[in-house]
């Protein structure tokens, strides 16, 4: 029989989701890292300059840590930079620390810069409840709030609302859940610290997101225990696999790691849990659950995340080979009839006929897969029947199936999508389509979605493909772990393009990517696309590249910060944070032209002239006064107004750099010749003997951000971030634009003496710094 207390928290939780409409609940809180460090310039260690970077590791980490350790197998050499990326694990006891990196960077010889965030204490005594949890996140939440409240600083407006939605959503409800469910847990004190199956049911407690399924997880917690099985693996029992979550549309995987949890403003200390990976309808969580208490959420993900060239200038072999000519007689390079890459939405512009791929990043075109690699299920290729074709090595698709990404309609927004709907243009691939007479200017748009879903899969296609390609010619290719079936032998793991969804019908007005980095290299990115309501008639997200590139950059961010194989670098803190602010300023960039305008992200899908953010991106700090300090403004704590700021601050420095070097009007650099050396042209700076340097600003920009996410460490905080893209145009162009990137972050407060303290029950304080270095002065 249900308790009286039991019922009483029910009833809790009925009321606060129905007072609380969200497009989608999303848990992402855990412990910060004081003691994370990342430093740019360490002191040298005398080593031979060719010795193997894996020996320059070993003897820095020898002399630097005396705790154990392994180097994961997703480090790499950057083909583009030359320099490699070392990416190191810590163990302690049996169990790996799952929040314990080190990263290093090395090139001749030397570690350029690293950063670090290994436990530095003891062995920690077993059964001892996590110092940090979901309850301190909350109370430390509603203390801040209490206190803002207290000296008037926080204004009651839509913000506001929202900050009191995100509390209801992230604490009240599902506090209350884990809670009711614990008092109807008969056998929680005969739990068995192994067995992760509690600990995977009460994360479902406080993550499923409609209130009558958690009634019935609550009401039959016992029940659905019992029918929930587990497999352990074979070389260990601290890995397992979970079957029988409801809620999960997959099985869980369950792994014992230790984690940091903050002990006061300066320690942590280790707590055993359970590592969680639960995929959902529209969540992708990576959570940690207590394994001695399985009621208590340690801390939690959710990567579902809404809304250059050579160094030598030379192809390698397979592309030398390729940019000869195709593989397979009869392969064309598709035309689409499109708002253009660079127009941003319907509003800017009428559409074209565009043929377009980057034969350096797309050898093969856009419609070609290797049969080692193509999916089962996939649609017919040419020449499927024909017994002639039979050992051909490469299949050619005259649909929206290709190498980088796989696209289609998903109106019933379920997991299954091989057999979804996609135009098909023939062997000519003429995906060309009508569109209410393109009359998309005066807004005389079709009455359904459904009658223009040919042009709205292609243009979701034709976009993908371009910032596929764009993103790999300055540096995110298969080694660092980019979004491909077929990897052509060049590193990094294949089968994991991106599926892309046109009008998903699992929601309305919003675009999320599942995932980012988790799963890692080698596992599918599922991009969303919705329809939205925000007009009538409805506008198509697929059709405002802004939103579409926001949700592609996750991927770029999260693949390359901490290595491809991580998943939890982005995913809390200002780090979270940057990953959506990474993802507007590269849509800002792309849409960009020489003559600096303010712009504002999302205006025409959301029918608003104000779009989806508190401020246009703009040069003036009239039009957009966020500073540093801003990130303690309460409304800026959610992770989509802190990435505001970071994206904010990047826009500036671009335009810094665009005053000093000018502008290019295409963001791709030249197509190789056909003997596979690439010109300079009015691209690159004609220096002989050194890396490839993009000679404008707004193209240099784009490559000290992508790679400085490669040297940057694991959750990074934007004094790290902004001393990354410092470092990267140091190893690019032996520290040119020192200043002009100073000059940019330091007109936003975050200059030389910026800084950042956690003050406990609080939280972080942002104190804006508007210094220069003095030789820059």
Not at 56 to 66: G, I, K, N, Y
Not at 97 to 121: E, H, M, P, Q, T
Not at 374 to 392: F, I, M, R, T
């Amino acid at each position: 029989m249900w308790s009286l207390c039991a019922t009483a928290l029910i009833s809790l939780v009925l009321a606060t989701s129905a007072a609380t409409r969200s497009t989608r609940k999303s848990l992402r809180f855990g412990s910060l890292h004081p003691h994370a460090c990342y430093v740019t310039k360490p002191r040298p260690v005398s080593l031979v300059a060719d010795m193997d970077p894996f020996e320059v590791a070993h003897v820095f980490l020898r002399s630097h840590t005396q705790s154990d350790y392994y180097i994961r197998d997703d480090s790499y050499t950057d083909p583009e930079t030359g320099i490699t990326h070392i990416y190191v694990r810590q163990r302690f006891g049996d169990l790996e620390v799952a929040d314990g990196n080190i990263n290093l960077n090395i090139r001749g010889g030397y570690v350029l810069s690293y950063g670090d965030s290994f436990f530095k204490g003891s062995m920690p005594l077993s059964g001892i409840p996590p110092a940090t949890s979901h309850t301190t996140y909350c109370d430390e939440f509603s203390d801040r709030t209490a206190s803002f409240r207290s000296s008037a600083q926080l204004v009651l407006d839509d913000s506001a609302e929202a900050h009191n939605q995100l509390y209801a959503q992230t604490c009240t409800q599902p506090l209350a859940a884990v809670k009711a469910a614990a008092t109807l847990d008969t056998h929680k004190d005969t739990h068995e610290p192994h067995d992760p199956r509690r600990a995977a049911l009460y994360f479902m407690v406080a993550a499923h997101p409609e209130s009558s399924v958690v009634e019935g997880l609550i009401h039959e917690f016992d029940a659905i225990l019992d029918r929930m099985t587990v497999t352990y693996g074979e070389d260990s029992p601290r890995s397992a696999i979970i079957s029988g979550l409801p809620g999960a549309i997959d099985s869980v995987s369950a792994k014992l790691v230790y984690v940091q949890t903050l002990t006061n403003e300066k320690d942590t200390t280790l707590h055993v849990t359970w590592r969680l990976e639960v995929e959902m309808d529209n969540n992708w969580y990576e959570a940690y659950v207590s394994a001695n208490d399985p009621a208590t959420i340690v801390s939690v993900v959710d990567w579902a995340a809404d809304s250059h060239p050579h160094q030598s200038g030379h192809l390698n072999a397979l592309e030398a080979k390729l940019a000869s000519g195709r593989p397979i007689d009869n392969i064309n390079a598709g035309t689409y009839k499109v708002w253009k890459f660079g127009i941003n939405d319907p509003e800017g512009s009428e559409r074209t006929v565009e043929s377009a791929y980057d034969i350096l990043a797309s050898p093969l075109g856009w419609h070609t897969i290797s049969r080692a690699n193509n999916p089962s299920g996939s649609p017919d290729w040419l020449g499927k029947d024909d017994l002639s074709y039979s050992a051909e090595p490469y299949l050619n698709f005259t649909t929206t199936w290709g190498n980088n990404v796989f696209a289609q309609e998903n109106w019933k927004g379920k997991k299954e999508w091989k057999s979804n709907y996609r135009p098909n243009a023939g062997r000519g691939l003429q995906f060309e389509y009508d569109y209410t007479a393109d009359l998309v200017n005066n807004y005389d748009l079709p009455e359904s979605p459904q009658d223009y879903i040919d042009l709205a899969v292609t243009q979701l296609f034709y976009t993908t493909n371009m910032i596929h390609d764009l993103y790999y010619r300055y540096g995110f290719k298969e080694v660092n772990g980019n979004f491909q079936q077929d990897n052509y032998n060049r590193g990094g793991k294949d089968n994991d393009a991106i599926i892309a969804h046109a009008q998903d019908g699992s929601g309305f007005s919003n675009a999320n990517f599942m995932t980012a980095s988790f799963p890692p290299d080698g596992k599918p990115g599922r991009c969303r696309m919705y329809i939205w309501d925000t007009s009538n008639p409805y506008r198509d997200g697929d059709f405002d590249a802004g939103i579409l590139i926001h949700e592609l950059t996750h991927g770029l961010a999260n693949r390359l910060t901490g290595g491809p194989a991580d998943s939890g670098c982005l995913g809390l803190g200002e780090g979270a944070g940057m990953s959506e602010g990474w993802g507007d300023f590269m849509a800002t960039v792309i849409r960009s032209t020489e003559n600096p305008r303010n712009y504002v992200m999302g205006s025409w899908v959301s029918n608003s002239p104000y779009g989806l953010r508190y401020y246009p991106y703009s040069t003036n700090i009239t039009v957009n006064p966020t500073l540093f300090s801003t990130l303690d403004r309460p409304g800026f704590w959610e992770f989509h107004a802190t990435g505001e700021v970071w994206a904010e601050m990047l826009w500036v420095v671009f335009h810094h750099l665009v005053q000093e070097h000018g502008y290019s009007p295409t963001l791709f650099p030249p197509q190789p010749f056909p003997n596979g050396t690439t010109p300079i042209g009015n691209f690159y700076r004609p220096d002989e003997g050194k890396s490839l340097i993009p000679k404008h600003g707004n193209t240099l920009m784009i490559q000290l951000v992508i790679s400085a996410m490669k040297l940057q460490p694991c959750r990074p905080t934007f004094l790290n971030a902004r001393d990354a893209i410092l470092e990267a145009d140091y190893h690019l162009t032996g520290g040119e634009n020192n200043c002009t990137i100073w000059a940019g972050f330091s007109s936003r407060g975050l200059g030389l003496d910026a800084s950042e303290s956690h003050i406990p029950d609080w939280g972080t304080i942002h104190t804006d710094g508007f210094k220069v270095p003095d030789e820059c002065r």
